[in-house]
């Protein structure tokens, strides 16, 4: 399974743009790349997945550049509530062994 | 619809005794997962259940081991405790693939 890597904190303010990059240089063929949300004594939440290019939902766009070693999560306007821990898997579609690492700590402040 | 649901929420518990977390899945789905947070770290994987299968183990000692029910609820049971239990315990469940629904999680503390 690829490892990631990602900046340990990030602070930002209400209102603005944010983008987390995660690395994962070994990326392998089948792997997809996942963002996992948590806020403190919550599990995880599922924000969004992709293999290429740009995925977007109602909360947050993924960018994944052609060579796939890297991905970047946007969260558009940030608000109080996007306060949390952000990870970043990568692995195959077909198994259920997420691999977390230590994610991104986003604190924003008013 | 409900979600993952988790019991007890929380459980203090002493080193060397045993413990049992209980995990009932979405409606619909026929994997489960268990992982162990703790504090300050990210979720790290113990067991996949698929069908009342395991299909996955963690590295974590035998002290741990789960099972499945027919309803695909699930239990953990972890035998002699260590201080170094002390975690968040989570479980997932998911239709299949990578997409998992958390639960709230079980809060054990050992003493």
């Known amino acids: 399974l690829a490892k990631t890597t990602q900046p340990i904190s990030m602070d930002s303010y209400e209102g603005q743009e944010v983008n987390i990059t995660c690395s994962h240089n070994n990326i392998a063929t089948n792997d997809y790349i996942t963002w996992y949300q948590q806020f403190p004594s919550q599990g995880p939440r599922f924000i969004i997945q992709?293999?290429?290019t740009k995925v977007t939902n109602e909360v947050a766009s993924l960018f994944i550049p052609a060579d796939r070693k890297s991905s970047t999560l946007s969260l558009p306007r940030v608000s109080l509530s996007d306060t949390a821990v952000y990870y970043c898997?990568?692995?195959?579609?077909?198994?259920?062994?997420?691999?977390f690492g230590t994610g991104t700590r986003l604190q924003v402040f008013p | 619809d409900a979600g993952v649901t988790q019991s007890p929420t929380h459980l203090i518990k002493t080193r060397g005794q045993h413990v049992t977390l209980r995990c009932s899945p979405i409606?619909?789905?026929?994997?489960v997962s268990w992982y162990q947070q703790v504090l300050g770290q990210g979720p790290q994987f113990i067991f996949q259940?698929?069908?009342?299968?395991?299909?996955g183990r963690g590295n974590f000692p035998d002290r741990f081991s789960a099972r499945q029910f027919p309803n695909y609820s699930s239990e953990l049971n972890v035998n002699a405790l260590l201080l170094g239990d002390s975690a968040l315990y989570l479980c997932?469940?998911?239709?299949?693939?990578?997409?998992?629904?958390f639960g709230p999680g079980t809060r054990l503390t050992v003493t």
């Open positions: 259940y698929y069908e009342k299968e395991e299909r």
């Open positions: 992709g293999y290429k």
């Open positions: 898997l990568v692995g195959d579609m077909g198994t259920d062994k997420l691999i």
């Open positions: 997932a469940s998911s239709p299949a693939g990578y997409e998992q629904y």
């Open positions: 409606s619909g789905h026929k994997s």
